[in-house]
Structures are given as C-alpha cells and as structure tokens.
C-alpha cells in the first residue's frame, strides 16, 4: 500500500504570512499519462473535507488562488501565500493512483 | 449544484450489518463520474472504503472488501454501502463523495456518524 507522511503535524501560522506543507509518498504517483494524481483537502471542525486541489497543481473550482499545490513523483507540497483566519483546519493530501487510495496524517493550521 | 446527503442508523449492534444511503441531487449518478464512501474514525484520519464507477464497477478497500459492498438505486438516484459484521473499530463518521474522472473528489455528503455499540 501506498504511504504519504506529511510535515509538520502542527503548523503554527500568521496571518498575512505564508504557508507550506510537504507530503511525501513511499512510491511513485505519476501516472503514465503524466499526472500525478495527488489531491490536496482541507476539513475544518465539523464539516466535511473539502477539495483544494487535485492532480497535484490543479486549483479546485471557488477555490481562492492563494492556494497552490506543486511537485512530482514521490514529493508534493501545498503552499499558501496569505494565511486567512478562515484556513484554519487540517490538511490532508491523498493519493488516488494505486487503490487502497490513502492519505497523509493531516496538518493542523493554528494560530 | 450537486448535493449529496448521507442517511442511515446512528447505532449498529456489533456483528449487525450497517446499511447507509447516499441521496444525490443535481445529478444523474448513472450519467457518469465515480461514486465513493469514506470514514473518519472519531479523532483520526481519512480512510477510503470503496468505489463505483457510474456504470457499476467497484474497488474496494482490500482491509475491507470481505465486508463491503457499494451498490446503486439509478431509479431513486442513490447509491448505498453495506458493511457486514461490524464491531466497535467500524465507528466512525461515513461520507460519501463524487470523483471526477479527471481527478478529484469535490463534492461530499455533510457525513453520518454511526457508532458500533451493543
């Protein structure tokens, strides 16, 4: 099974300032028609995970373009570039190449 | 806008069979996209349980495809889990989401918990 490790578990943040989140994968998620089918969510307390972006840079549909998602392969990283108070929750990245799809631990943004 | 909407019992008696709905609206779920069930443990992580493709094939979770089945009503447009045998470690709170062929899970029901309990 496929194994993502996000870093770090618990990111302290301010607002107006940047944000960054690495997940790591134990293979390799790009897949033969040159996707790497990672997928990045944000779930706030009670609610439902909501989808930030997928294929690994592709931004979700409403989602605001402070959120970016990069890299290949095996590394991927989710950047914010302003944290806003409403970013507050965990982030998960997932992975949906190989099944049992899996995810990362989750990423708790906290002021 | 599509909308998806979880539905089923709050409390299931260990060995009992848990049956959970997902009522779609906005959309045809025999039309097409993937059609898929999540759970989060109360405390913890995502896990995927499992899912169908518009025109019924299903992948399931290996850890849990000796129990599982995902199945589809096109005449009430929903589609359903059933997870057999159940005991306390299948609480947890279900979702139910739309995939997109080209990636991503964007939509997802509000999620029901269900708790394993006798």
């Known amino acids: 099974d496929v194994v993502l490790t996000q870093s770090p578990l618990s990111l302290p943040v301010t607002l107006g300032e940047p944000a960054s989140i690495s997940c790591r994968s134990s293979?390799?998620?790009?897949?033969?028609?040159?996707?790497?089918?990672v997928d990045w969510f944000l779930q706030k307390p009670g609610q439902s995970p909501q989808l930030l972006v997928y294929?690994?840079?592709s931004r979700a549909s409403g989602v605001p373009d402070r959120f970016s998602g990069s890299g290949a392969g095996t590394d991927f990283t989710l950047k914010i570039s302003r944290v806003e108070a409403e970013d507050i929750g965990v982030y998960f990245c997932m992975q949906a190449l190989r099944t049992p799809y899996s995810f990362g631990q989750g990423t708790k943004l906290e002021f | 806008q599509v909308q998806l909407q979880e539905s089923g019992p709050g409390l299931v008696k260990p060995s009992e069979t848990l049956s959970l709905n997902c009522s779609v609206s906005g959309y045809s779920i025999g039309s097409g996209y993937h059609w898929a069930w999540f759970r989060q443990p109360p405390g913890k992580g995502l896990e995927w349980i499992g899912t169908?493709?518009?025109?019924?094939?299903?992948y399931y979770s290996p850890s849990l495809k000796s129990r599982v089945t995902i199945s589809k009503d096109t005449s009430k447009n929903q589609f359903s889990l059933n997870l057999a045998s159940v005991a306390a470690a299948d609480t947890a709170v279900y979702y139910c989401?739309?995939?997109?062929?080209?990636?991503?899970?964007?939509?997802w029901g509000p999620g029901t918990p269900v708790t394993v309990s006798s």
């Open positions: 294929l690994g840079s």
């Open positions: 169908m493709y518009y025109v019924g094939t299903t």
């Open positions: 989401s739309r995939g997109q062929p080209t990636g991503g899970f964007q939509r």
């Open positions: 293979q390799s998620l790009l897949n033969t028609n040159g996707y790497n089918y």
